[in-house]
């Protein structure tokens, strides 16, 4: 019959920066690598329940090919004779969005769409653990969807959760080109396996991922106006022999810096360095010396 990652999740699409993404908790060992499913362009599935893996690759491909959220799920469940224990959240890349619940989940279970989401969950508390979802994913437009997917799938914890507990938590955003150096479209993909506390690991997650991967419309500062002190910063963590050295020593040592540190998509050649590394440098000086 499959597996049962009794849940609460959350697809949504992002218009603005073509983002699609889904957040997820669960009672449940590494429900990031049974619940989430998206394509960029295509759309954002979310399995539950009894959850039947096939619909998450399935239901990319209809929707791929054209097919609405509500034509995609009509065709999942009319093939699957155990439909009624499933649960199922999609949406896709115009943000039509569907949720369908089986009448054989354990309650509470149910959903809700708005524009650009759908939100579901079984094994609840009670409904309240949707609504809080809904509301304050709606209450969080212009923000990275990222973080606003985290932040639906915490309101939805404050206001009761699963009813079992917590174990395991996921955020998935994928968008064309925007993976590591750019060569494929997993923007984001962080999973908590197993934690007492997943959706506040997942969120910390997800503020290292803002170190490390650059954002739109982030600060920069010129290379040159800052050389004194990222040269004495980079002296004491060892990487240059002279604080005082010139503009080129600097960017070399920075740029070595930047590779030993898993920085390297930070790196630019505009003669530019963004605040965050400046920060991060910073920080990590000020606690050496």
Known sequence: ???????????AFDPV???????????????????PWAKAGAGAVATQSWANTAYGPAGLDLLSRGATPLEALDDLLEADPERDSRQVGIVDAEGRAATFTGSACFPWAGGRTGENYA???????????????AAQYEATEGQELAFRLVGAIQAAQAAGGDSR???????VVVQEGAGYG????RYLDLRVDDHPAPIEELHRLLTLHVLYY?????STVELTGVIQQL?????????????????????DALRRFSMRENLEERLRDDGRVFQVVL??????AAEAR
């Open 165 to 171: 507990g917590q174990q395991s938590a996921a955020v």
């Open 279 to 284: 920060e991060y440098i910073r920080e990590m």
């Open 214 to 218: 650059p954002r739109l419309g982030e």
């Open 1 to 11: 019959m499959g597996l049962q990652p009794s849940t609460f999740s959350i697809v």
């Open 119 to 133: 939100c579901q969950g079984n094994i609840l508390v009670g409904p309240e653990t949707v609504d809080a979802m």
């Open 231 to 251: 040269g004495a910063d980079l002296a004491t963590l060892g990487y240059l022999d002279d604080p005082a050295a010139d503009t080129n020593m600097v960017a």
């Open 17 to 35: 920066q073509q983002q699609l993404g889904i957040a997820v908790q669960s009672k449940f060992l590494a429900v990031g690598a049974v619940v």
């Open 182 to 185: 750019g060569f494929n479209d």
